[in-house]
């Protein structure tokens, strides 16, 4: 079923400001006739006012969240790249496996090197099968010999 903003069961702020201003706006004309009813209309507008300025206030937060979000990762980014540039400098001044790095917070490398890989387990080679070879026949045992 198709909701609409009249729809009592949509229950989002902007979905109840809306509600408010279709009353608002319905019962404006009929003040005149309700001159009891003009006080808490006064109200309303008034609520309907302070709702659209906090709306408004909120979106901007929003994109000011947004913004700053962006900020920090791009300045994480460029922090990054300078640590891992000054890190490289203090390797090459102290080399990189030097325990002076840990002073800047930095990991030396373990000495020795790579270990070596073993390589893959030998496998069993399977010998091949000779083929059976063919015997030569006899000389003069060929066709056209009758014993």
């Known amino acids: 079923p198709k909701k609409s903003f009249t729809d009592t ?34 109200q ?9 300025s906090h709306e408004f206030e909120l979106k901007g937060m929003r994109a000011n969240a947004k913004q700053g979000a962006a ?21 090459f001044e102290h080399g990189p496996t030097s325990a002076a790095l840990a002073e800047f917070g930095i990991r030396p490398r373990k000495s020795g090197g790579r270990k070596k890989k073993a390589g893959p387990p030998p496998s069993p080679i399977p010998t091949p099968h000779p083929a ?14 009758v014993k």
């Not at 069961?9 to 201003?21: G, H, I, M, T």
């Not at 309303?44 to 659209?52: E, R, S």
């Open 132 to 145: 059976p070879e063919a015997t030569p026949a006899p000389a003069g045992a060929g066709v056209g010999t």
């Open 44 to 52: 309303l507008v008034q609520l309907i006012t302070t709702a659209k």
């Open 71 to 91: 900020d920090r990762k791009a300045m994480i980014r460029a922090g990054d790249g300078i640590r891992s540039r000054l890190a490289s400098a203090l390797a």
């Open 9 to 42: 069961n949509a229950n989002s702020f902007s979905d109840k400001v809306l509600r408010w201003e279709l009353l608002e706006a319905k019962l404006a004309p009929l003040l005149d006739t309700m001159p009891h009813v003009k006080p808490v209309h006064d």
